[in-house]
């Protein structure tokens, strides 16, 4: 009964190949949040969306991109992922009347070789 | 920029032991939370307190928050060794929307 879900758990991609992270929920919250997280550190918000409203962080790299083709659904894709790019991916969603609480998927372990 | 800042930076305790964990914030807030991450897995909320309220309890957590210091602490008490994970503390502010601002976390380890 996972409630935000994140598939692959584990993906390796090569150098410079696109690859695509996604993300589903059965919350039916209305926002839904992108994280990159690198061991031992705070997860760093990439982009978010409110309803259908794509919201990016001034300091995510053009190399990362998103869609939310549905409420249930988003995606991450990192269009040429280098070395730096190896990290948790963490997908997030929440709601305003719930104050914004953020639950959270399993994450997925990117890699790259 | 992450507005939060915890301390210690690691913890390691006894099981029975209480742990306390720090964070201190930057901006003004709304609300501050706290989460916690297994290894390798993604974080699970623990606790919100708002910005008017200075204590909360929820089974073995106890948070306070001190808007005029800017921080709030985490208490586990009695704890156990399933309670080893990495806690995060996270601020939304009038400034933020939607956004949380996580604190760099503090590790903490409790031996069996």
């Known amino acids: 009964d996972a409630m935000v879900i994140q598939n692959p758990r584990y993906q390796v991609t090569q150098f410079g190949k696109p690859v695509t992270l996604s993300c589903s929920q059965t919350l039916n919250h209305n926002v839904m949040y992108w994280y990159q997280q690198k061991s031992s550190q705070a997860p760093k918000l990439l982009f978010h969306y409110y309803d259908k409203d794509f919201n990016n962080e001034a300091d995510t790299p053009d190399n990362f991109q998103s869609r939310r083709p549905n409420t249930s659904f988003c995606f991450l894709d990192i269009r040429s992922p280098g070395l730096g790019d190896a990290a948790m991916y963490l997908c997030?969603?929440?709601?305003?009347?719930?104050?914004?609480?953020?639950?959270f998927g399993a994450g997925t372990r990117l890699s790259v070789l | 920029s992450q507005q939060g800042e915890e301390d210690p930076q690691a913890l390691s305790i006894q099981e029975g032991e209480n742990a306390t964990m720090n964070c201190s914030y930057k901006t003004s807030i709304n609300n501050l939370q706290w989460y916690r991450q297994n290894s390798g897995r993604g974080l699970v909320h623990l606790i919100l307190i708002r910005s008017n309220e200075r204590e909360k309890h929820s089974g073995r957590l106890r948070v306070t928050l001190d808007t005029s210091k800017k921080s709030s602490s985490l208490l586990i008490t009695a704890s156990r060794a399933a309670d080893t994970a990495s806690y995060f503390c996270?601020?939304?502010?009038?400034?933020?929307?939607?956004?949380?601002?996580f604190g760099e976390g503090t590790q903490l380890t409790v031996n069996p």
């Open positions: 996270a601020t939304d502010g009038e400034t933020s929307g939607s956004r949380l601002t």
């Open positions: 997030a969603t929440s709601r305003a009347t719930l104050a914004f609480i953020q639950y």
